[in-house]
């Protein structure tokens, strides 16, 4: 099943699939191990629900939820979200 980044709830895991982010904001998040077919899990959302913190390989990563959205990812077979 395919979504975006922000839609994904505490513990969730999803294989990245497609970056609509452009220029120095792609490319940051890409240095920061954010690929396509990277695996991602949502590690701690805030009390607001934005920012979110995601598990990337070996780090974290905190997005805002407008960039989170421009982030495709798809969720592992047999996910009920």
């Not at 920061?32 to 629900?49: E, I, K």
């Amino acid at each position: 099943m395919s979504t975006t980044l922000d839609r994904l709830h505490r513990g969730q895991t999803a294989t990245v699939t497609a970056l609509e982010l452009e220029g120095a904001e792609r490319r940051r998040l890409m240095d920061m191990g954010l690929l396509v077919g990277t695996t991602v899990s949502v590690d701690r959302v805030s009390p607001l629900g934005d920012p979110t913190a995601y598990r990337v390989r070996d780090g974290l990563l905190v997005l805002r939820r407008g960039q989170a959205h421009l982030v495709h990812v798809d969720l592992p077979e047999g996910d009920p979200t």
